[in-house]
């Protein structure tokens, strides 16, 4: 056997000269990229961004999240280590305290499509802006029914006044509702997915029928100006805000007692959930 001879080949000046500029050219590339992946717009632009550092939300943080209005500290999900799981939460959670009454009127200010501009969580994935433009809609909405009314109700006694009451309720009122729920769960459909293209393709679909209620609302300002004709414009007040005010108001029994939906039904699930979870 004959030995086996290793050749050591080494390195010329040149050479070694082009490995050296190599390394620092390749180290200086890793430091921009470095600095690049960790600005703040970066970050913006990452939805997909690690976000390990979430967790549930322990029951006595959920009771203490129970504020309404504005707040002066501003929680996102890298400094709070719930905030996703408080915004699914308020989108469609009902028991907070274990106070029948306190969670009510929290969910009355979360929930209610007038209230809730004023009075909703300052996290609340249904923001006070978006609140806004439901109410603008849905307020746009309601002037041309209420013109087409005024054009097929011209009555002066009693029976015919209930009965235009009567009309406002369901061919009106009932529909904004509707209108104004469907709003809801749109505006909050992005908060069921986050990061990757199931948010871009959610949050896209939600600007996009903002963007077209808001279209519809203007046409729908114009039609009833045209239906109204030669009534006075004041008129319409009236009737507009018996709609409103049925709305509103109709809101309260609705949502309380309405089966699967309601408060007192959820929120007596949860309860019972609790508390069979402890045992």
């Not at 699914?88 to 969910?107: C, E, H, P, R, V």
């Not at 009932?174 to 809801?184: D, F, G, N, S």
């Not at 005010?245 to 309260?252: A, G, L, N």
Request: net charge positive.
């Amino acid at each position: 056997l004959k030995p086996r001879l290793y050749k050591f080949r080494v390195p010329s000046p040149i050479g070694r000269e082009r490995s050296e500029r190599n390394q620092r050219r390749g180290h200086r590339h890793r430091l921009r990229m470095s600095s690049f992946f960790q600005s703040p717009t970066m970050k913006e632009m990452l939805p997909f961004e690690d976000r390990n550092n979430q967790r549930p939300m322990l029951p006595e943080e959920k009771a203490s999240e129970v504020v309404c209005g504005l707040e002066d500290s501003e929680k996102t999900w890298q400094t709070c280590p719930y905030f996703d799981d408080l915004q699914y939460q308020l989108a469609q959670s009902y028991y907070w305290s274990g106070s029948f009454m306190k969670d009510y009127f929290f969910f009355v200010a979360n929930w209610h499509p007038f209230l809730g501009m004023l009075l909703s969580h300052p996290y609340h994935p249904w923001t006070k802006k978006e609140r806004f433009l439901t109410f603008v809609v849905s307020c746009s909405i309601t002037m041309l029914p209420v013109a087409l009314f005024m054009e097929s109700f011209h009555g002066g006694n009693q029976a015919e006044v209930v009965l235009g009451q009567v009309a406002i309720f369901m061919g009106i009122t009932l529909p904004v509702m509707l209108i104004e729920v469907a709003l809801y769960w749109l505006s909050i459909g992005d908060i069921f997915c986050k990061g990757g293209c199931c948010a871009q393709i959610v949050g896209g679909t939600k600007n996009c029928c903002l963007c077209v209620s808001l279209f519809i609302s203007a046409i729908c300002i114009l039609a009833s100006l045209a239906f109204i004709g030669d009534h006075d414009p004041y008129g319409l007040i009236k009737p507009f805000l018996i709609s409103r005010c049925q709305s509103y108001v109709t809101w309260f029994p609705i949502w309380f007692i309405l089966p699967c939906l309601g408060f007192a039904h959820c929120w007596s699930m949860e309860n019972n959930a609790l508390q069979s979870a402890l045992q």
